[in-house]
């Protein structure tokens, strides 16, 4: 467990093999120097022999002293020596720089393997990161177009007058219809002052009703929450859920709301208690407006006028 860690038996091998390698080539390098040495002394010895000493002085060949023939014969000995330790055995020998070679070409192939493995892992995470990303978008563009929007509608005559006694102060029938239409299939969202004002629940609509009390009684269907808040979560699969009044829970809903389907009655009524809260114009953008005159069904002219929240 506490032993010295061990060197692996490659790493020995190429390092004793440098070694010897080394030494060889030191001994190479020796004899050359000897060599050399030898062969100045040997050629002032041969010239000393034979211009001191007369050693064959009479053996001349083509004009030319024997000596100065025996000189260059070793010195292309040594040009040859010279040659077999600098430029053909080079360094270490052919063998051992073929063994470099391949194991360098090796050490490559390794690394380019390695690289390819990188880059084809690289190549699948960047393949994965964008799927995700495509299916995110995807989801952020589905979860907007399935985002609900929260719709108040109501009638309001030009003072912003909505009720008297818990009851409506005018009687449009076109409105009606139009509130009918609007709201068909989908939950309203209403006080349970407005609850109680109609006579039963209205057909084919989920009723929300909203009231402090803790045990109110309402008929099959009817959901009943505590605050606004639960009511605007009890309605989140519709697409487009209304809030329907009176004018507590408008104050309340004016700002969570995104479109206001308002009938404006021209008209002012002094004597009304209830009202729709004003509607700030640099928040919310006018798209639609029509016209419909009174006539012998509708006492007072109204519009009906469509806002979008504009941010
Ligand atoms: N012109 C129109 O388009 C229109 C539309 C709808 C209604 N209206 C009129 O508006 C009048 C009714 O409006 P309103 O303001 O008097 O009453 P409302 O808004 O219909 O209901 C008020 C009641 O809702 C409950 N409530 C309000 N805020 C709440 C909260 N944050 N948490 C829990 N409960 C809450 C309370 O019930 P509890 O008291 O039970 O706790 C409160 O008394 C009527 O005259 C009706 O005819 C007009």
Same mark, same amino acid.
């Given at each position: 467990?506490?032993?010295?860690?061990? *060197?692996?038996?490659?790493?020995? &091998?190429?390092?004793?093999?440098?070694?010897?390698?080394?030494?060889?080539? =030191?001994?190479?390098?020796?004899?050359?120097?000897?060599?050399?040495?030898?062969? @100045?002394?040997?050629?002032?010895?041969?010239? +000393?022999?034979?211009?001191? @000493?007369?050693?064959?002085?009479?053996?001349?060949?083509?004009?030319?002293?024997?000596?100065?023939?025996?000189?260059?014969?070793?010195?292309?000995?040594?040009?040859?020596?010279?040659?077999?330790?600098?430029?053909? #055995?080079?360094?270490?020998?052919?063998?051992?720089?073929?063994?470099?070679?391949?194991?360098?070409?090796?050490?490559?192939?390794?690394?380019?393997?390695?690289?390819?493995?990188?880059? +084809?892992?690289?190549? &699948?995470? =960047?393949?994965?990161?964008?799927?995700?990303?495509?299916?995110?978008?995807?989801?952020?563009? #589905?979860?907007?177009?399935?985002?609900?929007?929260?719709?108040?509608?109501?009638?309001?005559?030009?003072?912003?007058?909505?009720?008297?006694?818990?009851?409506?102060?005018?009687?449009?029938?076109?409105?009606?219809?139009?509130?009918?239409?609007?709201?068909?299939? *989908? *939950?309203?969202?209403?006080?349970?002052?407005?609850?109680?004002?109609?006579?039963?629940?209205?057909?084919?609509?989920?009723?929300?009703?909203?009231?402090?009390?803790?045990?109110?009684?309402?008929?099959?269907?009817? =959901?009943?929450?505590?605050? +606004?808040?639960?009511?605007?979560?009890?309605?989140?699969?519709?697409?487009?859920?209304?809030?329907?009044?009176?004018?507590?829970?408008?104050?309340?809903?004016? #700002?969570?709301?995104?479109?206001?389907?308002?009938?404006?009655?021209?008209?002012?009524?002094?004597?009304?208690?209830?009202?729709?809260?004003?509607?700030?114009?640099?928040?919310?953008?006018?798209?639609?407006?029509?016209?419909?005159?009174?006539?012998?069904? *509708?006492?007072?002219?109204?519009?009906?006028?469509?806002?979008?929240? #504009?941010?």
């Amino acid at each position: 467990m506490f032993g010295k860690k061990k *060197h692996s038996a490659t790493v020995d &091998k190429d390092q004793l093999e440098l070694i010897e390698n080394a030494q060889k080539r =030191i001994k190479q390098k020796k004899r050359l120097y000897i060599h050399f040495v030898i062969f @100045l002394i040997g050629a002032v010895f041969l010239i +000393l022999a034979n211009t001191v @000493l007369g050693i064959g002085k009479d053996f001349i060949i083509a004009g030319i002293d024997w000596f100065v023939y025996a000189i260059v014969i070793w010195l292309f000995l040594f040009i040859y020596h010279f040659i077999n330790v600098f430029i053909t #055995n080079k360094f270490m020998g052919k063998d051992w720089e073929k063994h470099q070679l391949d194991k360098l070409v090796n050490q490559q192939q390794q690394r380019i393997d390695k690289l390819k493995e990188g880059f +084809l892992k690289e190549e &699948k995470i =960047i393949a994965q990161s964008q799927v995700y990303n495509k299916a995110q978008s995807e989801q952020v563009s #589905n979860e907007k177009k399935n985002s609900n929007e929260l719709t108040i509608i109501v009638a309001a005559g030009e003072n912003n007058a909505i009720g008297k006694d818990n009851d409506l102060i005018w009687h449009l029938s076109d409105d009606l219809k139009r509130f009918k239409t609007l709201t068909n299939g *989908h *939950h309203i969202i209403m006080g349970r002052k407005t609850f109680e004002s109609f006579p039963k629940p209205l057909p084919n609509r989920t009723h929300i009703v909203i009231t402090r009390q803790k045990n109110y009684e309402v008929p099959d269907g009817v =959901i009943v929450v505590n605050n +606004l808040a639960d009511a605007i979560d009890a309605s989140r699969k519709d697409k487009q859920p209304f809030i329907i009044g009176g004018g507590e829970i408008y104050k309340q809903a004016i #700002n969570l709301a995104d479109k206001i389907e308002l009938t404006r009655v021209h008209a002012t009524f002094e004597d009304a208690d209830t009202f729709f809260p004003e509607i700030d114009e640099t928040k919310w953008d006018e798209v639609t407006r029509t016209k419909h005159d009174s006539d012998g069904k *509708h006492a007072f002219s109204f519009s009906f006028i469509t806002y979008i929240k #504009n941010n």
